[in-house]
Nanobody
Framework: QVQLVESGGGLVQPGGSLRLSCAAS????????MGWYRQAPGRQRELVAT???????IYADSVKGRFTISRDNAKNTVYLQMNNLKAEDTAVYYC????????????WGQGTQVTVSS
């Protein structure tokens, strides 16, 4: 089992910045992937940014150039720096972790609300 603890959401004005954190604990495989998804009201959950098992990063087109994902492997923690936030970034942001072995085991954080509004 893997536990994920998220922090850093909140209310910010358009153009502002927020930094999300997600710390993983428990049984963590050496091969894993970790990243962020989000879900806005009435919409499906979508990928925001993630590290692949090979250490590459993938970003949604809508956040490229504004969001940066980073990772502290020693702390099993992933961060999402969000700059130049827009109203359309408003959503619940979920940390996602995958242990990759003979099968992929997926875990989700509890979610943190990000609201961009003036």
């Amino acid at each position: 089992q893997v536990q994920l603890v998220e922090s850093g959401g909140g209310l910010v004005q358009p153009g502002g910045s927020l930094r999300l954190s997600c710390a993983a604990s428990g049984i963590i495989f050496s091969m894993n992937a970790m990243g962020w998804y989000r879900q806005a009201p009435g919409r499906q959950r979508e990928l925001v940014a993630t590290f692949t098992s090979g250490g590459h990063t993938i970003y949604a087109d809508s956040v490229k150039g504004r969001f940066t994902i980073s990772r502290d492997n020693a702390k099993n923690t992933v961060y999402l720096q969000m700059n130049n936030l827009k109203a359309e970034d408003t959503a619940v942001y979920y940390c996602n972790f995958k242990n990759i072995g003979t099968q992929i085991m997926t875990y989700w954080g509890q979610g943190t609300q990000v609201t961009v509004s003036s």
